[in-house]
């Protein structure tokens, strides 16, 4: 049998087990559900939807540390993320906000057209309502916290498009701590063009990939 099929059969094989077994129960309707951490992840792989958490190791874990809240232990992780997640989508249901689940983070995508006017760094007036919601939930739920990772397409220099993703990444966390939700929670990120989610060769593809994702990371113990 040839090598490539028999790497096909067994990927096929792996995706069916992960279904059947990666199952939990829907903590609204106690329903069996697959997992959010797979669907979440098969999304992100198939869809390239979201880039998700960039902040990684010290910085990350001093954010955590530094949030100053208290910490979610064990299995009610996954509730807490559960329920904050049902009150996002409600609250961003038509605003063009993606709302994205993988394991126990929540990222939500937010297209520079909704959000920002070209080259620009201020906030669209139309949005503010839709940021307001997300202040509230994440006020609500505050056993987290936050990167706000700006984006751009591959026009124009590194530079610009570093130092354009880093403003807008700081407009939108600056809003939400006007919202009330605390400093020590937010982690600002300039990305730039280094994480595309499609490719650049299309205008379609550059709309997606200018954007500015929230990802909300629980704060647990150990």
Do not use: W
């Not at 099929?5 to 990927?11: D, I, P, Q």
Request: aromatic fraction near 4%; charged fraction near 20%; proline fraction near 2%.
């Amino acid at each position: 049998m040839h090598k490539s099929f028999v790497r096909l059969v067994s990927v096929g094989t792996l995706v069916v087990f992960c279904a059947a077994a990666c199952t939990t129960v829907n903590p609204y309707t106690r329903e069996t559900q697959t997992s959010k951490a797979v669907k979440g992840a098969g999304i992100g792989a198939a869809a390239g939807a979201v880039a998700g958490l960039l902040t990684k190791g010290d910085k990350l874990e001093n954010a955590l540390i530094g949030a100053g809240v208290g910490a979610l232990a064990g299995g009610g992780v996954g509730y807490y993320m559960d329920v904050q997640e049902a009150k996002l989508r409600q609250r961003l249901d038509g605003t063009g906000v993606s709302v994205t689940r993988v394991g126990d983070n929540i990222t939500l995508n937010m297209p520079s057209n909704i959000t920002f006017a070209l080259n620009s760094a201020d906030l669209n007036s139309q949005f503010f309502s839709a940021l307001e919601g997300v202040g509230v939930v994440l006020k609500e739920y505050n056993k987290t916290v936050i990167e706000v990772a700006g984006h751009t397409d591959s026009s124009g220099s590194d530079q610009y498009n570093q130092q354009l993703s880093q403003r807008r990444a700081q407009a939108v966390a600056s809003y939400l701590a006007s919202q009330g939700v605390k400093n020590e929670r937010l982690i600002t990120v300039g990305a730039g063009e280094a994480h595309p989610v499609a490719a650049n060769d299309t205008e379609q593809g550059r709309a997606a990939n200018r954007r500015v994702e929230l990802t909300i990371v629980p704060v647990t113990k150990g």
